[in-house]
């Protein structure tokens, strides 16, 4: 049987939704302590869990220290499989004495956080007024270094909506494995705010999905029931007795001890456990009555959580167990219907990964001769890749480096006629030396243009200013040379016997090679 035993009514925390009602100092004595511990073998169970609540159950250490150590003893006298569980406020667990406790007995502890500091502030002060997140924090955050893995439990109200999906993924960024998500049913939960929080559902089921199938083992209570339902449809699967997550733990009777011995269903129905109180119409018993009765009055689902939901929920909200609110209602249907969402999709991806292990098992070669089959292929492959990534290079830099010459052109011979008549050809310059190519070879310059006897240089072009570069400075203009003045050739006057006139000077027309022409000559006056 599972047994939680609410071991003290003081907390140390003010929280606006509290269903626990008004915090007075009253916790359990020994004999209630040792007679609900008793109630865990009561049924014959081989598995059962021990759960500690409260008020905060660290304000009352030594009686969780005490109940932990009956409870060992019994569950090893009866080979029975005991779990540890408790639900805490977190202000106290940075303390090095429950940090060992905790890690001595395996104690699952689930931490009470709305999530980041702008939702947890909200609603989660400290009893004076102060915010108590870096309290939380500090609690939270040693358990992880200590090498544990704490579950979170915050409470979703309208104002605190919209922080959800990032309170669920800080939550898992810090090292928390399963959040559960409950829904404050007695707030005013209009439109706007129930179209925020399907939302960010619907973001949180996305988010578990991706992380889910990249081997994260984390959970969302909310969706964890139609995830479990679509996964243990297939064979891949089997159930095991872990806290909140085992299909079993339904199956199995349940019952929450009050500091009085008054026994009730569920631990939010305990409220300030008052006979003249409305919690006192839910109790189902009191230690007095004896084991074997106590069980007896149980049924196997403990608080009567079943098709219609939960019963606590539709207590908080309705007042009645037996019949649910709106609100929880349509959260738990969200809720369904994501979660079925992201089961199916793991379910699809478990077969997937599961035909493909087949499909290995079914090839006889060890992984080694697999590898060695597929060496020559892959070098073959590497080859020809790296083959075609040098011919690439290669030519690229080829193609770079190199250009083809330019051939100078063939001169010109150039014919000069004398007055005189003779022919002459002018002289050709030697080639120039053909250049070395560097990286890149240039065509030779020209050569000098042949004068024309009694012709003068012309000076060389004026070259016009060169631009400015980016980024550099105009170079000063070149002043061309003063051009020299022409001097005066005397014209040579060729002497005739007889002959006193000057003739004019012969007019020469030049030609190419093979389109010389002999001018007409001129006829000498001839005198008396």
């Not at 004076?128 to 979703?156: C, E, H, K, N, Y």
């Not at 409950?182 to 991706?210: C, K, T, Y």
Request: glycine share 8%; with cysteine; hydrophobic share 35%.
């Amino acid at each position: 049987m599972d047994v939680a035993l609410i071991l003290t009514h003081r907390c140390n925390l003010a929280c606006h939704y509290c269903y626990a009602g008004e915090h007075f100092r009253k916790e359990i004595d020994d004999v209630i302590l040792r007679r609900g511990v008793e109630l865990l073998v009561a049924d014959g169970a081989q598995c059962a869990q021990l759960s500690f609540f409260g008020g905060e159950p660290f304000l009352a250490f030594e009686a969780m220290q005490r109940a932990t150590q009956l409870a060992v003893a019994q569950a090893k006298q009866h080979n029975q499989q005991l779990l540890l569980q408790c639900t805490t406020n977190g202000t106290a667990l940075a303390r090095p004495e429950v940090i060992a406790f905790t890690k001595r007995y395996r104690l699952q502890l689930t931490v009470s956080i709305d999530g980041v500091r702008q939702a947890h502030e909200l609603n989660r002060p400290l009893a004076g007024g102060r915010s108590s997140f870096d309290a939380v924090l500090a609690g939270l955050r040693a358990l992880v270094a200590a090498g544990l893995t704490p579950d979170a439990m915050l409470v979703i109200t309208p104002q605190t909506a919209r922080y959800l999906h990032q309170s669920v993924r800080w939550l898992w960024h810090e090292g928390v494995t399963t959040v559960r998500a409950n829904v404050e049913l007695r707030a005013d939960w209009q439109r706007d705010a129930r179209d925020m929080l399907r939302e960010q559902l619907i973001l949180v089921g996305r988010e578990l999905l991706s992380l889910r199938l990249r081997e994260r083992r984390i959970h969302f209570q909310p969706f964890d029931g139609a995830i479990e339902h679509q996964l243990n449809a297939h064979p891949h699967r089997a159930p095991s007795c872990v806290v909140g997550h085992n299909s079993e733990s339904q199956s199995r009777r349940s019952v929450v001890v009050a500091t009085s011995g008054n026994l009730y269903p569920c631990a939010p129905m305990v409220a300030e456990d008052r006979d003249d109180g409305p919690e006192a119409k839910l109790r189902v018993g009191h230690l007095d009555q004896g084991a074997a009765a106590i069980v007896e009055r149980l049924v196997p689902k403990g608080s009567d959580c079943g098709e219609k939901g939960c019963a606590c929920a539709a207590l908080l909200e309705t007042g009645d167990r037996e019949s649910g609110g709106p609100i929880g209602l349509w959260y738990g249907e969200i809720c369904r219907t994501i979660g079925t969402a992201v089961g199916s999709s793991l379910a699809r991806h478990a077969v997937r990964k599961a035909l493909d292990r087949d499909r290995d098992d079914d090839d006889p070669l060890p992984p080694q001769a697999k590898a060695r089959r597929r060496g020559p292929l892959v070098l073959t492959l590497g080859l020809l890749v790296g083959g075609i990534v040098w011919t690439v290079r290669s030519s690229v830099r080829t193609l770079g480096e190199l250009s083809l010459p330019r051939l100078p052109k063939p001169p010109i011979e150039q014919t000069v006629i004398t007055t005189s008549g003779a022919i002459e050809t002018a002289p050709q310059p030697p080639p120039p030396p053909r250049p070395q190519p560097e990286g890149e070879l240039k065509a030779p310059p020209r050569p000098p243009r042949p004068l024309v006897r009694g012709e003068i240089n012309a000076p060389p072009p004026h070259r016009p200013p060169q631009p400015i570069v980016a980024g550099g400075l105009r170079p000063p203009p070149r002043t061309p040379p003063p051009r020299p003045a022409p001097t005066p050739q005397p014209t040579r006057q060729p002497t005739i016997d007889g002959d006193l006139a000057t003739p004019p000077p012969p007019k020469v027309q030049l030609k190419t090679r093979g389109q010389l022409t002999m001018p007409p000559r001129a006829k000498l006056p001839t005198g008396r």
